[in-house]
């Protein structure tokens, strides 16, 4: 019953479905009209170039809003998108969205390049050919290949390797780079770094939050420091809240690094107004 009649949501409740259950059914309900009701909006987290201490980049992180349900974490809505294949629609939303502010922000010329970055559920590598939806949307927006980098989990290569494989080898043909985000806290074997065309490795935030403080954190945060750069790959850590843990990450090499201790997600204009004074904040230097 579920399955068929998907547009109204009380009727495929039932007594005994669980109050998750009643949750995400109501989450699903109200999340397929997100974007007509125009209840989604981009923030935006800088990432900072920890060699040049300038901001180098920012993540598109999809903030949602609901007249009945409020604010939404991501957290708890993306699952959901994901169970139902919304995330499709919702992850085109943000990849076009956030191409175009990117454009825009490099057109006005903010004092370095931006390069944007979007997260992209694995489901795209299954049910469409993701590479054309990005050139289709790389064309609209007339953003550059190498302005845009696309952000996936290491648990998209377990189920659809070659398909996988194959759309990425695309993107990079393109010019667009690919992160591994949280890196290290999946299931996969390291096997996929050999053969897939990435270019940075993105540090789970629960490695890095207590790295001041934890002996086996430093060890892993080191051992994937080496790792990345024999192989070439960029790495950036995720979830910076203190200066030690910067000063730690300089120690190791790491190459970028994101934050609260830098910014929290900001909206459009706050991002804005506080760029360039994020640019040259220099008190870690
Ligand atoms: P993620 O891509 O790993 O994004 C990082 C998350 O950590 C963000 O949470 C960010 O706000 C949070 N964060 C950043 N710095 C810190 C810090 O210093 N301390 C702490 N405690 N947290 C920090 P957010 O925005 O709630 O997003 C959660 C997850 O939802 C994201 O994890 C990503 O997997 C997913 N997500 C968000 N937007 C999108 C989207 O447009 N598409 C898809 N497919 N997934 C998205
Ligand atoms: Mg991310
Ligand atoms: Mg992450
Ligand atoms: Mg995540």
């Given at each position: 019953a579920a399955k068929t009649n998907?547009?109204?949501?009380?009727?495929?409740?039932?007594?005994?479905?669980n109050k998750n259950q009643e949750e995400a059914l109501l989450i699903e309900h109200h999340l397929r009209k997100a974007i007509e009701q125009n209840e989604l909006e981009l923030y935006y987290q800088p990432k900072l170039d920890?060699?040049?201490?300038?901001?180098?980049g920012v993540e598109a992180l999809l903030r949602w809003n609901n007249y009945l349900l409020g604010n939404v974490p991501p957290d708890k809505f993306i699952p959901i998108a994901e169970d139902t294949g919304l995330i499709i629609k919702l992850d085109e939303w943000v990849l076009e969205k956030a191409c175009q502010q990117n454009k825009e922000w490099n057109d006005a010329g903010f004092s370095n390049p931006i390069k944007m970055a979007v997260n992209i559920s694995p489901l795209h590598f299954r049910l469409s050919h993701f590479e054309d939806v990005v050139k289709r949307i790389l064309d609209k927006t007339?953003?550059?290949?190498?302005?845009l980098e696309i952000e996936i989990t290491e648990n998209s290569f377990i189920d659809n390797h070659e398909e996988c494989i194959a759309c990425l080898t695309k993107l990079k043909d393109i010019g667009i780079s690919v992160a591994i985000d949280d890196?290290?806290?999946?299931?996969?074997?390291?096997?996929?770094l050999r053969k897939f065309p990435i270019n940075s490795l993105k540090i789970d935030r629960t490695f890095i939050q207590e790295v001041s403080e934890n002996n086996e954190d430093i060890a892993i945060v080191k051992a994937i420091t080496h790792l990345a750069r024999e192989l070439n790959l960029k790495v950036v850590a995720e979830g910076i809240e203190t200066k030690e843990v910067i000063r730690i990450l300089e120690e190791l090499g790491c190459d970028e690094i994101q934050g609260y201790y830098i910014s929290?997600?900001?909206p459009k204009k706050r991002f804005e107004e506080s760029y360039e004074q994020m640019n040259y904040c220099s008190d870690f230097q």
């Open positions: 998907r547009n109204s949501v009380f009727s495929i409740y039932r007594p005994e479905m920890l060699n040049t201490k300038q901001i180098n007339g953003l550059e290949p190498s302005l890196f290290g806290k999946g299931y996969s074997s390291l096997n996929y929290k997600p900001l």
